[in-house]
């Protein structure tokens, strides 16, 4: 039931509407901008936290690839997430046109195979562009390539081997999560007669953007909602045995750190010489290093000071009896 005003309520609205402090309008358009539309007949499945994570394994991704086209066409690609977003499949099937290409990858997880295919799409221009780069090129600007092209034989072959590599990545984007396995399939070329997901499943659409000599292109990956669902639960319930199995790594690595051998320099000191009087030395010389005996040395480890101690002998053997640790040294005198 709305709520009755009283009059001298009403007097102080007229009022206030009057001299110009309240409007009306802009308080309704305030009120509507509070608000943010929710669409309950589809609810999200990914909540921020995990969109951010995808956001994390994406622009490591991104690295990736980079690199290993950079290495691949000899130039200096550039790839950066533009957005990573929870939709629907049909969002992502209606963009397409019939000229488009898709490449299909299976997801190994947990020892099989993912029914749901990853797909990846590549602009064609872009495509385009580095394929004339593995062919020896310059990278011609796909700008003025019509909607409707279509590849030939030859061009599909060169796709295909190059969204192998792109594919081949992926694997490494997962691995400080959870392992899974990313393989090519096959290639689509007609990708808006194929029925690959339901059109209201969900999914994640991870646009990146590629820039190279001053041209830009876009690449797209389309993962199935229940494969990630799958894929972040297993993560959740993993979480807490992967800090155990740190922590046993690290006791594997402290025992193996305590069998190694370190060599140790004991420093007696140093001085300069000139080159002339090095060259006249003979045996029986001695060079006179500005210490005393009683002056303590260096124990050297790894070419740092770790210990100061005296030279002496033990069971006939020349030794040094340890003193002092550097580091405590240096903080009694701080």
Same mark, same amino acid.
């Given at each position: 039931?709305? &709520?009755?005003?009283?009059? !001298?309520?009403?007097? !102080?609205? $007229? ?7 309240? &409007? ?46 950079? *290495? ?42 993912? @029914? ?27 700008? #003025?390539?019509?909607? #409707? ?6 061009? $599909?072959?060169?796709?295909? #081997? ?8 992926? /694997? !490494? ?15 689509? %070329? ?15 659409? %991870? ?13 797209s ?19 807490? =045995?992967?800090k155990? *199995? *740190? ?12 069998d ?15 080159l002339s #009087? ?6 029986? &010389?001695v060079?006179? =290093? ?8 260096? $124990? /050297?480890i ?20 340890? /003193? ?9 005198? @701080?």
């Amino acid at each position: 039931m709305a &709520d009755v005003l009283s009059q !001298a309520q009403i007097d !102080a609205l $007229l009022n206030a509407v009057r001299s110009g402090d309240k &409007d009306l309008e802009n308080t309704e358009q305030e009120q509507e901008k509070k608000y943010q539309k929710y669409d309950f007949t589809s609810p999200r499945k990914f909540n921020r936290d995990r969109i951010k994570m995808l956001n994390g394994i994406f622009d490591s991704y991104a690295r990736l690839v980079g690199s290993r086209l950079n *290495a691949r066409l000899r130039s200096n690609y550039e790839i950066t997430v533009e957005s990573v977003e929870e939709q629907r499949y049909y969002e992502f099937s209606n963009a397409l046109s019939e000229g488009d290409v898709l490449a299909l990858a299976s997801v190994h997880f947990k020892e099989k195979e993912e @029914e749901e295919p990853v797909m990846f799409y590549l602009a064609t221009g872009a495509a385009l562009s580095m394929m004339d780069r593995m062919m020896g090129g310059e990278g011609a600007d796909g700008g #003025d390539i019509p909607s #409707d092209y279509t590849y030939t034989s030859l061009e $599909l072959r060169l796709y295909e #081997d190059l969204v192998q590599d792109i594919v081949a990545m992926m /694997d !490494a984007s997962w691995e400080n999560y959870i392992p899974i396995h990313f393989e090519y399939s096959r290639t689509d %070329v007609n990708p808006t007669l194929s029925q690959l997901l339901g059109l209201d499943e969900t999914v994640i659409i %991870v646009d990146l953007k590629l820039e190279v000599n001053h041209q830009s292109g876009r690449m797209s990956v389309c993962l199935p909602g229940e494969m990630l669902l799958r894929v972040f639960g297993e993560i959740s319930r993993e979480s807490p =045995m992967r800090k155990v *199995a *740190a922590e046993d790594k690290s006791e594997e690595i402290f025992e193996s750190l305590r069998d190694s051998s370190l060599q140790i320099v004991a420093e007696l000191g140093s001085t300069q010489l000139s080159l002339s #009087d090095i060259y006249h030395l003979n045996v029986g &010389d001695v060079i006179d =290093m500005g210490y005393s005996k009683e002056s303590p040395i260096y $124990l /050297d480890i790894g070419g740092y000071h770790w210990f100061t101690g005296r030279m002496g002998t033990h069971k006939k053997n020349m030794a040094v009896k340890i /003193d002092e640790v550097c580091y405590q040294l240096e903080q009694r005198s @701080e």
